[in-house]
Nanobody, 124 residues
């Protein structure tokens, strides 16, 4: 059974940085597209970033472009999200997800496994 475990969240001031990690286990990591998404109470989960199986292709939500970087280390079965210049509106529970299906890497409904999330809070 696939397990995704996120870590690295915390409280940071506006303009600060955090690096999230997601460790994947229980199934082959190769061939997966991995994504980060976030959710605040009362709102739907929203796409943040995704990376293809090789790490060569990445996708970003417009508001995080130039500030966040997604990457993966296939030797460690781990995907990362480096977040710089954080803003209060980045405050959310951040989830890591896996997709095998074809189709858009920004479509969260195509991701079939998710972790429990790690909280990011940006204070103003």
């Amino acid at each position: 059974q696939v397990q995704l475990v996120e870590s690295g969240g915390g409280v940071v001031q506006t303009g600060g940085s955090l690096k999230l990690s997601c460790v994947y286990s229980g199934h082959t990591f190769g061939g997966t597209t991995m994504a980060w998404a976030r959710q605040v109470p009362g709102k739907e989960r929203e796409f943040v970033a995704a990376v293809n199986w090789s790490g060569a292709t990445t996708y970003y939500e417009d508001s995080v472009k130039g500030r966040f970087t997604i990457s993966r280390d296939n030797s460690k079965n781990t995907v990362y999200l480096q977040m710089n210049n954080l803003r209060p509106e980045d405050t959310a529970l951040y989830y890591c997800g896996r997709k095998f299906a074809s189709g858009s890497s920004t479509a969260l409904n195509l991701y079939d496994s998710w972790g429990q999330g790690t909280q990011v809070t940006v204070s103003s």
